[in-house]
Each structure stands twice: as C-alpha cells, then as structure tokens.
C-alpha cells in the first residue's frame, strides 16, 4: 500500500479510537462540527462522515477580509460535495460588526484585548447559542495534538489549573445543560498528519495562517515545542499523557456543586453576572 494511503488510514482509525475510548460521539445523536475552512475542521468533517455520524456543519464568520471570503467559499464547496448541511453565522449580522471594526472601536475605548481574544470569546458564544437552538447532542472542533499541547502548557505557564481541568478530549469538568459538550475526535492526530491527510486528500482548505494570529502568545509556544519536538520526538504527546494522567485530580477539585449561573442580559451561561460576550458587546454598542 502507498505510504500515503497508510498514513491517512491510520489518522481515521486514531479518530476512530478516540471517540471509542472517551466515549464521545454516538451514531444516534445529531452532531454539529464546528467549521473554520482550514485543515483541521475539514479532515475531521469528512472522517465523521466516513464513518456515517448524524453530522452538519456549522461556521461562524468572523469577517475578517479575503481570509475569511476564502474559507466561506471552501467550506461551502466542501459540504455541497459531500451532500453536509452547512449552518453559516455571520459577526456582521449577530452584531452588526466585523471582527476587525469590533478590535477597533475597543482600542478606541483603551480596552486591549487581542482579535484572538476577541474571536474566540464571540465564536464559543454563538457556537453554544446554535448548538442549543439546532438541538445538538454534541459540537466537534478539530482540535489537534499540537493545539491541546500547547493549551496545557500556556495554561501552566498562566498558573490557570481551571483551565487546565476543562482541557481534554471533552471539554469541562462536570455536565451542564446550558453548554452542548465541546469533543475533539482529533485530540491523538498531529497537526502534520492532519495536513497531511488533507492534501491527500485534496480538500478545499487554506493553509496560510489567518491574518489576525500574528504575535499571540499561542504562536510563541507553539515555536517553542516545535524546536523541542525536532530534537526530542514526542514531546506533544508526552505533554498530553502528563494531562491525561492528572486529569481526574484535576477536575475532582473544580467540580463544584454551586448552581450553574446564566447571563442576565442573554441567558447564556456565565461565572459572572454578564458574560463575557456580553460585556465586550456592550463596549461597542
Ligand atoms: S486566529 Fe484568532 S482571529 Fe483568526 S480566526 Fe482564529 S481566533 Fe479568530
Ligand atoms: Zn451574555
């Protein structure tokens, strides 16, 4: 068999595997995948389907230029091929701006929260609002190795053991009926196998980085375990089995029994009393 052809087998049965031993999915329940027009969403798209999952794509577009143009039109190819329902949420039209306008109004304002801030914060909120509103049992994201080895690792670094407890092939500590459980099938997959797999396979995918990355802390770590992976192979993974092995210690200690809170301005859940897309939207408007 061609190299190739066995490098991507042995990715869909590395997903396969994770989804069994972490119980993640079931072929019963509708699954949304979480779609931003690169590698990783794809690839973990069209293994899902493969595998015949109740799946449907969902994107949410941050409007960030040509960039985000390009990954629109890509996942709309992907999915009018493979016959996937595609759910498209606009910035724009949720709160009237683009990622871009919003980072500068805020800047503006001296509030200096980067567009990754920003974007992540806006995306998990409309992307847990749609899960509910389309009645999701679960949403995949096409987090990698790489992506969870450096969480662990910038959460270390912050001294952020909460975050640290959340992280894992599903995310959070205990259920929550306001949140539709985050599960990354792609947790074992390298972000190298995964380009791999994808050009393998041809998919419509950018592989430049998006515009807005430049800088963020994550790129800094990510340097540094790339350097370490070249001169001591399995760094990623050893970093992975570290979490995987503390993990229940982890998320025994922040469970709490305390009532889950919602927002008070738009009922979606929060520690505190306006969540945090909220208040960054109230900066704004
Ligand atoms: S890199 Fe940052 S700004 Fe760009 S899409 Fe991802 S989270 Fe958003
Ligand atoms: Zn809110």
């Given at each position: 068999?061609?190299?190739?052809?066995?490098?991507?087998?042995?990715?869909?049965?590395t997903t396969e595997n994770t989804i069994k031993k972490y119980n993640l999915l079931s072929k019963k329940d509708k699954i949304l995948v979480?779609?931003?027009?690169?590698?990783?969403?794809?690839?973990?798209?069209?293994?899902?389907?493969?595998?015949?999952?109740?799946?449907?794509?969902?994107?949410?577009?941050?409007?960030?230029?040509?960039?985000?143009?390009?990954?629109?039109?890509?996942?709309?190819?992907?999915?009018?091929?493979?016959?996937?329902?595609?759910?498209?949420?606009?910035?724009?039209?949720?709160?009237?701006?683009?990622?871009?306008?919003?980072?500068?109004?805020?800047?503006?304002?001296?509030?200096?929260?980067?567009?990754?801030?920003?974007?992540?914060?806006?995306?998990?909120?409309?992307?847990?609002?749609?899960?509910?509103?389309?009645?999701?049992?679960?949403?995949?994201?096409?987090?990698?190795?790489?992506?969870?080895?450096?969480?662990?690792?910038?959460?270390?670094?912050?001294?952020?053991?909460?975050l640290l407890a959340r992280q894992g092939p599903s995310t959070g500590i205990s259920k929550n009926k306001n949140f539709v459980q985050r599960?990354?099938?792609?947790?074992?997959?390298?972000?190298?196998?995964?380009?791999?797999?994808?050009?393998?396979?041809?998919?419509?995918?950018?592989?430049?980085?998006?515009?807005?990355?430049?800088?963020?802390?994550?790129?800094?770590?990510?340097?540094?375990?790339?350097?370490?992976?070249?001169?001591?192979?399995?760094?990623?993974?050893?970093?992975?089995?570290?979490?995987?092995?503390?993990?229940?210690?982890?998320?025994?200690?922040?469970?709490?029994?305390?009532?889950?809170?919602?927002?008070?301005?738009?009922?979606?859940?929060?520690?505190?009393?306006?969540?945090?897309?909220?208040?960054?939207?109230?900066?704004?408007?």
């Open positions: 068999m061609h190299k190739k052809q066995k490098l991507a087998q042995k990715t869909e049965k979480a779609c931003s027009g690169g590698k990783d969403s794809t690839t973990i798209l069209h293994i899902l389907k493969k595998l015949k999952y109740n799946v449907e794509a969902i994107t949410v577009d941050a409007v960030i230029g040509n960039y985000t143009k390009e990954n629109l039109e890509n996942i709309k190819e992907f999915c009018k091929k493979h016959k996937i329902k595609l759910h498209i949420i606009s910035f724009r039209e949720e709160f009237g701006f683009s990622l871009c306008y919003i980072r500068s109004i805020l800047k503006k304002k001296n509030i200096n929260l980067t567009s990754c801030t920003i974007c992540g914060v806006l995306r998990r909120y409309l992307l847990n609002k749609y899960s509910k509103k389309l009645n999701a049992a679960k949403l995949v994201t096409g987090h990698n190795l790489n992506d969870e080895a450096q969480g662990v690792i910038m959460n270390l670094l912050k001294n952020n053991l909460e599960v990354k099938p792609l947790y074992f997959v390298s972000e190298k196998d995964i380009a791999d797999y994808s050009k393998k396979m041809n998919f419509p995918v950018n592989y430049a980085p998006c515009p807005c990355r430049k800088g963020v802390y994550r790129c800094l770590i990510n340097k540094l375990l790339t350097e370490h992976e070249q001169k001591n192979p399995g760094t990623h993974k050893n970093i992975i089995k570290w979490l995987l092995s503390i993990s229940p210690i982890l998320k025994k200690k922040f469970t709490t029994t305390k009532k889950q809170k919602l927002c008070a301005n738009c009922r979606e859940p929060s520690q505190q009393k306006l969540c945090m897309a909220c208040k960054i939207l109230s900066k704004i408007r």
